[in-house]
């Protein structure tokens, strides 16, 4: 379905990217997409996403209409609650559990386990993303936070996006990067040839992740990650790039036969560590979590020289 929109001299000059997600309500990565496939054009014409828009213009936008997705409360096992107020709530997360419902994910989600828990989150955004201001992947384990009021959904999304959020990750990787402490910058977008996976592409959004060796054993390495961008699948596809991937993570080049070996059933991935400001009263606040059993058991069998 396209519709068609009159750009309005407070846009003129704008890149399209930036006036049509204004104008949409579409985010200006989701418009470089339909861009790239010509689905946005201007004055009848297709564009890119860095050409400027003009007061007048005629810009029109198709977009595919999904199928609406619905909440449906579910308590889930195994989630847990850190910490609890009238502006926000931050959960502990199992693999295996989404942040939110999407269409092909069928399981369990953060989203759905709060409705069935009686918490009341910020309206804002799509219904089946309501308060979520982060996500972690399925297969990703620990910290995330959700926005229960209007005021704390708006400030924590602009702190996510002026990266004053404080992330940080362990991952359990193969071999032993060189050099022991390093920052990974490289763009990720789409993979070109499997649209479930990201890659590190030309023109794809910025991306930098900060990394450090905790710990070397016989195959592998424990690191601390930090993330100045939040990207999907951002470690995963950072570390592959560097010839060190997620023990545990197929996906990205991790050897089956070790994560097997291990007992790992997903990535050897857990966000430790949030930090941010209180969206209401400006104080610091910190929180941390501890390895679940299976990242605990894996490590403690390559401690063992397994």
């Not at 309005?8 to 399209?16: A, Q, T, V, Y």
């Not at 930036?18 to 579409?26: P, V």
């Not at 409705?115 to 979520?132: C, D, L, P």
């Not at 990067?177 to 763009?187: F, H, M, Q, V």
């Amino acid at each position: 379905m396209a519709s068609v929109w009159l750009v309005p001299d407070g846009l003129d000059g704008e890149r399209i990217d930036a006036a049509a997600a204004r104008m949409t309500g579409l985010s200006r990565s989701r418009i470089a997409e339909l861009a790239e496939v010509g689905q946005v054009s201007l004055n009848s014409a297709p564009v890119t996403k860095s050409q400027r828009v003009r007061a007048g213009d005629l810009l029109e936008v198709e977009v595919l209409t999904a199928p609406r997705l619905q909440v449906v409360p579910q308590a889930v096992a195994g989630i847990g609650i850190v910490y609890d107020d009238a502006d926000l709530v931050v959960v502990d997360k199992p693999a295996g559990v989404a942040a939110h419902p999407s269409l092909g994910w069928d399981g369990p989600s953060v989203v759905e386990h709060l409705a069935a828990a009686g918490f009341r989150i910020s309206t804002s955004g799509a219904a089946e993303r309501q308060g979520i201001v982060q996500r972690l992947d399925v297969g990703t384990s620990g910290l995330m936070v959700v926005a229960k009021s209007e005021p704390a959904y708006t400030a924590l999304k602009q702190a996510f996006r002026a990266r004053e959020v404080h992330k940080v990750y362990h991952t359990l990787v193969q071999g032993l990067p060189d050099p022991l402490e390093g920052t990974i910058d490289a763009p990720i977008g789409r993979h070109p040839g499997a649209d479930y996976k990201m890659a590190i592409i030309s023109g794809g959004r910025h991306s930098i992740t900060h990394y450090q060796v905790l710990e070397a054993f016989r195959a592998v390495s424990l690191l601390e990650v930090h993330l100045e961008t939040g990207r999907t699948h951002q470690i995963r596809v950072h570390m592959q790039a560097i010839k060190h991937p997620c023990v545990g993570d197929p996906t990205y080049g991790g050897d089956p036969v070790l994560a097997a070996r291990l007992g790992l059933e997903r990535q050897w991935l857990h966000a430790v560590e949030l930090g941010f400001e209180h969206p209401r009263s400006g104080e610091a606040m910190t929180f941390n979590s501890v390895y679940p059993q299976d990242l605990a058991d894996a490590l403690a069998t390559v401690g063992k020289g397994a």
